[in-house]
């Protein structure tokens, strides 16, 4: 448990810890990890690519506004990654709805199916429908359970916004869009 640790306050020392949203292994000997930065864009991988988002900033959604969070944890173990997600709005207005893109580092196999809110974008990239999140309301719930392509050592997960409905303002989009580095230990990495 103490080289995971190790590889993940590298990773944060290398990235920059402060600059973004928390992510690290959890376990009883772990507890939470480092802080590892996302900036406005960022490259997963050779050809996968997150941000900038829709919808953000003031000019943006005509005063509508709506702060979507995502937060829950990353499992990758003899070649399956597990994703537990949960999407909440905290405000002000009401979303019918909003897609999250979660980007890995490394292909996933072919021929899995996905939830009915969900879709491949490529063998790197799910996109999931939140459904209806009312303003400090109700959370939406995803649970993936994948396989990759091949036996990787880790990986890297991008959880972002890639729609709100309505193209609603965000003005504090540092809790929908983590990055998170899970080492194939079977532990939660939590973002």
Known sequence: MKSVLGVVLAAS????????????AVGPEAGV????????????????RVGPEVGVGPEAG????????????????????????????????????ATVR???????????????????SSDRVVSCRTGELRAAGDVGELALDLRTAGLPDELTVEIATAWRDGAAADRNPGNDRHRVLVLATGDPYVF
């Open 62 to 97: 005509g005063g509508v506004e709506a702060d979507l969070a995502h937060h829950g944890h990353v499992s990758l173990w003899d070649g399956r990654v597990g994703v537990w997600l949960v999407s909440e709005n905290h405000g002000p207005s009401d979303l019918s709805q």
């Open 33 to 48: 990890g480092p802080v590892i930065g996302v900036g406005p864009e960022v490259r997963v991988g050779p050809e996968v």
């Open 13 to 24: 020392a290398v990235m920059g810890a402060g600059a973004g949203a928390s992510a690290g």
């Open 102 to 120: 979660l980007a890995f580092s490394e292909p996933m196999a072919g021929g899995q199916e996905l939830p009915t809110a969900c879709l491949w």
